[in-house]
């Protein structure tokens, strides 16, 4: 069982991407969904998650007001809308579902630890 994150791609700093994590294996809403990136030499780091059910959302104060994490349940989609991009956003993103908890909340939501089904990722190059 893996997700796959897709619509990465290269994009002038200021640019929008929306990004699109899917799972053929299982209903995405089962689970806390969080968007996490890695940058060459880096560690993979959380971005933002929306929880089971009742779709509460999480982001990092660097995606915070630039970033929106949504659900589409009949399509079983999870998107990260990225706007105002700028190149410290250059990374690989990959979503994974939180094997622990339905809500993370602001605690819990980057602890790397708690996600699997981890796909391919996505790239995205912010630069002009």
């Known amino acids: 069982v893996q997700l796959q994150a897709s619509g990465g791609g290269l994009v002038q700093p200021g640019g929008s991407l929306r990004l699109s994590c899917t799972s053929s294996g299982f209903t995405l809403d089962d689970y806390a969904i969080g968007w996490f990136r890695q940058a060459p030499g880096k560690e993979r780091e959380g971005v933002s998650c929306i929880s089971s059910r009742t779709g509460n959302t999480y982001y990092t104060d660097s995606a915070k007001g630039r970033f929106t994490i949504s659900r589409d349940n009949a399509k079983n989609t999870v998107y990260l809308q990225m706007n105002n991009l700028k190149p410290e956003d250059t990374a690989t993103y990959y979503c994974?579902?939180?094997?622990?908890?339905?809500?993370?909340?602001?605690?819990?939501?980057?602890?790397?630890?708690?996600?699997?089904?981890w796909g391919q990722g996505t790239l995205v190059t912010v630069s002009s």
């Open positions: 994974g579902a939180n094997l622990m908890r339905v809500d993370p909340g602001y605690a819990h939501f980057r602890r790397l630890v708690e996600y699997d089904y």
